[in-house]
């Protein structure tokens, strides 16, 4: 079944572009909260019930509020893979942080090694490099498979009809359709499969962090995710102020 266009939507990118900038403030909210916590940790005892408590609370309402994202996102896009994979609401900064229409979930550990690498066990230190292994293995073969729907397009009975495109005759154009539903299923599979990844990889991560890490680690996240935002409407503004001068000159 064809899926429907996003671009038959004139209200998509308003409203999609309100939802993610409403979603960021309350993701700049619970960066003040984590913060505030991991600061109590310095005046508290780390091991104190309310503390351990306070911040496994705070990290499951982080967690949903990235799920919440996810799930909204899917939903205004209507599954169009080309606009979760290249997401109109986004800077292009945030574009080029990109895997799979998320975040690359080998990409935790580089933000763990500088929020909290110093407070690793050599226990967690091994099951962390562990995991690292396991999930840059499953990462190639979500590539491989992506590779291989990408490559079919260039396949010769695909490839003749879309290079006919406009002189389709007689059920070419319906073939040509049903072949494009195909291969869209096909990368929203491999989308689906790279979603299933970064929900493990987090969920696996956390559980060999006690809350005092976990903590740390998500406002790590937080504040690259605000930056990554702030810093992409910068280089874009910047952008389109020379695109306007070449043009004005």
């Known amino acids: 079944m064809a899926t429907t266009s996003t671009s038959k939507n004139p209200s998509f990118e308003a409203n999609i572009d309100t939802y993610y900038e409403n979603w960021l403030i309350q993701l700049e909210n619970f960066l003040e909260k984590l913060n505030e ?4 940790y310095d005046v508290f005892n780390e091991e104190a019930e309310e503390n351990r408590s306070s ?5 499951t309402q982080v967690l949903d509020h990235y799920q919440e994202y996810y799930q909204e996102k899917f939903k205004a896009t209507n599954g169009d893979t080309f606009f979760l994979n290249s997401p109109p609401w986004y800077t292009s900064l945030e574009r080029t942080f990109l895997w799979m229409a998320g975040f ?3 990409m935790l550990f580089p933000t763990i090694n500088y929020s909290i690498g110093q407070e690793l066990t050599p226990d967690q230190g091994e099951k962390l490099k562990k995991l690292k292994s396991e999930i840059k293995r499953d990462e190639k073969a979500i590539e491989k498979g992506m590779a291989k729907v ?21 059920g070419e154009a319906s073939e040509l359709e049903t072949i494009i539903d195909g291969l869209k299923q096909s990368m929203m599979a491999m989308i ?5 990844l970064r929900g493990s990889a987090v969920r696996k991560v956390l559980d060999i962090l006690p809350p005092k890490q976990a903590v740390k680690l998500l406002a790590a996240v937080a504040q690259f995710h605000l930056q990554a935002r702030k810093c992409g409407l910068r280089m874009d503004n910047q952008s389109g102020k020379r695109v306007n001068e070449d043009f004005i000159l």
């Open 104 to 106: 690359k979930p080998s």
């Open 192 to 196: 689906e499969a790279a979603e299933h």
């Open 55 to 59: 911040s496994s609370k705070l990290v």
């Open 37 to 40: 916590v991991s600061a109590s």
């Open 150 to 170: 990408q490559e079919s397009v260039a396949a010769p009975p695909i490839f003749e009809l879309m290079k006919r495109g406009g002189l389709l005759v007689d």
